[in-house]
Structures are given as C-alpha cells and as structure tokens.
C-alpha cells in the first residue's frame, strides 16, 4: 500500500516538474506559447489517469504556484493556471454526465466563464490587453471557443488512445 502512494507522488512530481519545464519553455518562444502549454495540459491528462482526482489537483496546485514563480512571461503563466493545467479534471468531472447535449453546453459554459477570467486577469492585472475594443474581444471569444472544442476533442482522443493502448498493455 505504501509503495502505490509513493509511485503516485513520484510520478507527480516528474508531471509537475514537466509542465513546470514545458510552461518556462513556452515563454522563450511567442509563436508557439499557447501550444507548449496546451502540451502541458495533456500531461496533467496523463497524471489524471494514473493517479486520479486528488494527485492531479495538487499537482496542479504545486505547479501552478511553480510556473507563476518561474515563468519569465506571466501571460504563459496565466495560460496555464487559468485554462489548461487544471482542464483535464475538469473535463473528466464534467464528463460523467449521460446527455451529450448538457455536457456541450456546460463544457461551453466553463469555458466562456475561464474566457472571462482569463481576459480580466491579462487586462486588469497584467495590462496586455487595455487597448481592446469591443469587436475584438468578441472575435476572439469566438475564436477562442472555436479552439477550445477543438482542443476539448483532441484532448479526449489523446486521453482515450492513451488509455486504450498503454494502460491495456500494462506499461508506465
């Protein structure tokens, strides 16, 4: 029993120091930022499954804390504390759901909600986005919801191919 506890917290600490790394290195790279860290979402995914509920959440905590110590750019910082570190749970938790329909529908909602955080944090307290207009806080909540059921998909995908051919085959 004791052993199990200690592999999970091993293996967290490996995740939290690879989204740590992963969400640093997006900052010496503008172009790809919002893709290394969305990378780093996938691993809280993998942790999740392993690990469940509770390793993931303090996982995420102890590297949320990391990546806003140690990112040099806050905007990738606040990317990932307030979209895609913790999302995976999320996401799971919203799942267990039967209708497809309301899980959509709350899925859009959470993300429309972590849309509206995630701007008031870059605008109010980081001040990137103060010049702003109306048209274009729509056209990018637009895109952004566009990205996120794409990523939404992938990630369940990503999360489904893992399961069925690394967890059935007995690895990691």
Not at 56 to 83: G, H, N, Q, T
């Amino acid at each position: 029993m004791r052993s199990d506890k200690v592999k999970k917290l091993t293996l967290s600490a490996v995740f939290v120091s690879l989204s740590v790394l992963l969400c640093v290195f997006a900052s010496f790279f503008p172009t790809l930022s919002l893709c290394i860290i969305a990378v780093s979402g996938i691993a809280s995914a993998i942790l999740l499954i392993h690990c469940g509920y509770k390793y993931s959440i303090l996982a995420f905590l102890a590297s949320a804390v990391l990546v806003f110590l140690l990112a040099p750019d806050k905007e990738c910082a606040a990317y990932y504390i307030i979209l895609f570190g913790h999302y995976p749970s999320l996401k799971t938790f919203t799942e267990r759901v039967t209708n497809r329909v309301t899980v959509w529908a709350v899925k859009i909602v959470e993300a429309n909600v972590l849309f509206a955080i995630l701007f008031a944090v870059s605008t109010y307290i980081l001040g990137i986005y103060d010049a702003v207009g109306k048209g274009e806080i729509l056209i990018t909540a637009l895109a952004f919801n566009a990205a996120f059921i794409l990523y939404d998909i992938c990630l369940g995908k990503i999360m489904f191919l893992y399961i069925s051919k690394y967890l059935q085959n007995g690895r990691l």
